[in-house]
Structures are given as structure tokens and as C-alpha cells.
């Protein structure tokens, strides 16, 4: 099993910028890759950004591309999620989650094995 442990969420301005950090613990040489979702009230959750545990590969959702940068620490088994120029469509609750199977970079939840708590981010125009 793989536990994830998400942090960094809070209220911030438009415009402004926040660092979600994901910490792995648990059986996390199983992990081949990580990825970050957001879901906002009454809406499906969706797919942000994912990055390959080994070779640092990553893909973000088209929202995000330019704003958000995914990255990941080996050492500490911690993903984050770099958050700039936010606006108030990305306030949401953001979860991290983790995939055992090797594959391209999935945007899929159901894809995914493991999944965080989530961290609430709220963006106040």
C-alpha cells in the first residue's frame, strides 16, 4: 500500500501563487508515476498535471500549461505542484494520487491506485 499525504492548499488573491506538496509513504518503489486532480463543487474531478516517478516526464492539463509546473523530489518521495497566476476557476479541492502500472502519463482518475485526503485551494477574485 501507498499512503499520500497532500499540503500546501489555502486561500490566496488572483494572480497570486501557491505549492502543493504530496508526501509518499508506504510501499513507494511500487510507484511509477504521480499525478494532481482538482474537483470543485458539483463538478467531476479532473485531471491537472502527472509526472513519471523515474525519469521525470510530465504532462499538464491545457487549463493549466504555462501556470502550473509539476515536479518531484526521489530523496523525500514528494511531488509538488507549482501554482501561479491562479485564478478563481482554479479553486477546488486538489488531490494527489499515485499509479502503480507503467504506462503513458494517464489523465484518468480511474487510472490512478492511490489517492490523498486533498487540499482545499481557493482563489478570490
Known amino acids: 500500500q501507498v499512503q499520500l499525504a497532500e499540503s500546501g492548499g489555502g486561500l490566496v488573491q488572483a494572480g497570486g501563487s501557491l505549492r502543493l506538496s504530496c508526501a509518499a509513504s508506504g510501499r513507494t518503489l511500487s510507484i511509477y508515476g504521480m499525478g494532481w486532480f482538482r474537483q470543485a463543487p458539483g463538478k467531476e474531478r479532473e485531471f491537472v498535471a502527472a509526472?513519471?516517478?523515474?525519469?521525470?516526464?510530465?504532462s499538464h492539463a491545457d487549463s493549466v500549461k504555462g501556470r502550473f509546473t509539476i515536479s518531484r523530489d526521489s530523496a523525500k518521495n514528494t511531488v509538488y505542484l507549482q501554482m501561479n497566476s491562479l485564478k478563481p476557476g482554479d479553486t477546488a479541492a486538489y488531490f494527489c494520487?499515485?499509479?502503480?502500472?507503467?504506462?503513458?502519463?494517464?489523465?484518468?482518475?480511474?487510472?490512478?491506485?492511490?489517492w490523498g485526503q486533498g487540499t482545499q485551494v481557493t482563489v478570490s477574485s
Open positions: 494520487s499515485a499509479r502503480s502500472v507503467p504506462g503513458f502519463l494517464p489523465t484518468r482518475p480511474s487510472d490512478y491506485d492511490y
Open positions: 509526472i513519471r516517478w523515474n525519469s521525470g516526464s510530465t
